[in-house]
């Protein structure tokens, strides 16, 4: 059984920092692209960060450049988010998705990835 489950969601204020975790089972990590996604209410699904399989590639929105870092530890079939210098607008839920489907075009895209988790809710106030 496939399980991704999301931690590290929070009530923060503006310019806090939160660091999201994703941990996978039930598949092969490792040969997995991860991505997060977030979804405020009323919106699309949205990307927010991938980082693909072997040796990783990262890819950003432009709201998130330079703010949030995505990694990965294989080990520990972990996936990370680390946000920094949260605002407002950040505020969502969070999901960490898995996709096997190769091409750096799919990576920003929620219809291309085969696994999600349930979400972990972020709220910045300012």
């Known amino acids: 059984q496939v399980q991704l489950v999301e931690s590290g969601g929070g009530l923060v204020q503006a310019g806090a920092s939160l660091r999201l975790s994703c941990v996978v089972t039930g598949l092969p990590f490792r040969n997995y692209h991860m991505g997060w996604f977030r979804q405020a209410p009323g919106n699309e699904r949205e990307f927010v960060a991938a980082?693909?399989?072997?040796?990783?590639?990262?890819y950003y929105s432009d709201s998130v450049k330079g703010r949030f870092t995505i990694s990965r530890d294989n080990p520990k079939n972990t996936v990370y988010l680390q946000m920094n210098r949260l605002n407002p607008e950040d505020t969502a839920v969070y999901y960490c998705?898995?996709?096997?489907?190769?091409?750096?075009?799919?990576?920003?895209?929620?219809?291309?990835?085969?696994?999600w988790g349930q979400g972990t809710q972020v709220t910045v106030s300012s």
């Open positions: 980082i693909t399989r072997g040796a990783p590639v990262t």
């Open positions: 998705g898995a996709s096997t489907v190769a091409g750096a075009t799919y990576r920003t895209r929620h219809q291309y990835y085969n696994y």
